[in-house]
């Protein structure tokens, strides 16, 4: 190996004396310095952007109504802390002048807590999926379940026992029609 930096000895010991093989090196120390510094932006633009993009928070869920698949129910899904709950908010009667449908318990069905979801993971369409449980009121089974919205804004609900595959997925529409007091909705009525 040979030495680049060569000392003149007229000069005092503490200066260099430049010569063309040093003046080339140190010019690709610089352009070498200044492709490091361009990886360090880089790098930094890109865990800025990443923490940008975590830190970005989604959309919040807006609360709304979902009519199940045989349209014999409403749900009113809401977020419960970081959750979601889905409380009966309408019932379809057989007959116009029947009485309102209680729980397995005797209690009304109106209000009841029939679903709870947690997020689990994203979703294909970009959304949430959510898991968690499904009651039935007639009867008290709870059921595993996981829930996604779909792009149309319609409530995809796959309730299972044991294991997803052994479950059914329903397509609930969301619901725009009037409820009336004590959780009646005409307009299912009969269907």
């Not at 880089?42 to 800025?48: K, N, S, Y």
């Not at 007639?138 to 409530?155: E, S």
Request: aromatic letters at 8%.
């Amino acid at each position: 190996m040979t030495l680049l930096l060569h000392i003149n000895a007229a000069a005092p010991a503490s200066r260099f004396v430049r010569t063309s093989r040093t003046e080339s090196l140190n010019k690709r120390l610089r352009l070498g310095d200044l492709a490091f510094l361009h990886l360090w932006l880089l790098a930094g633009f890109i865990l800025a952007g990443t923490a940008f993009a975590t830190s970005a928070k989604a959309e919040p869920f807006k609360s709304g109504y979902w009519v199940s698949s045989g349209r014999e129910i409403v749900l009113q899904i809401t977020p419960c802390g970081a959750d979601l709950c889905g409380f009966i908010a309408g019932i379809a009667l057989s007959h116009p002048g029947d009485a309102m449908p209680v729980n397995w318990q005797g209690k009304p069905q109106c209000g009841f807590l029939m679903l709870r979801v947690a997020p689990a993971q994203p979703a294909g369409n970009g959304g949430k999926r959510w898991k968690g449980a499904l009651q039935d009121p007639r009867n008290g089974n709870v059921y595993r379940t996981t829930v996604k919205f779909n792009a149309a804004g319609n409530l995809e609900l796959h309730g299972y026992i044991g294991i997803p595959v052994l479950g059914e997925t329903q397509l609930w529409p969301k619901f725009d029609a009037k409820i009336l007091p004590g959780c009646h909705v005409p307009s299912l009525d009969g269907k």
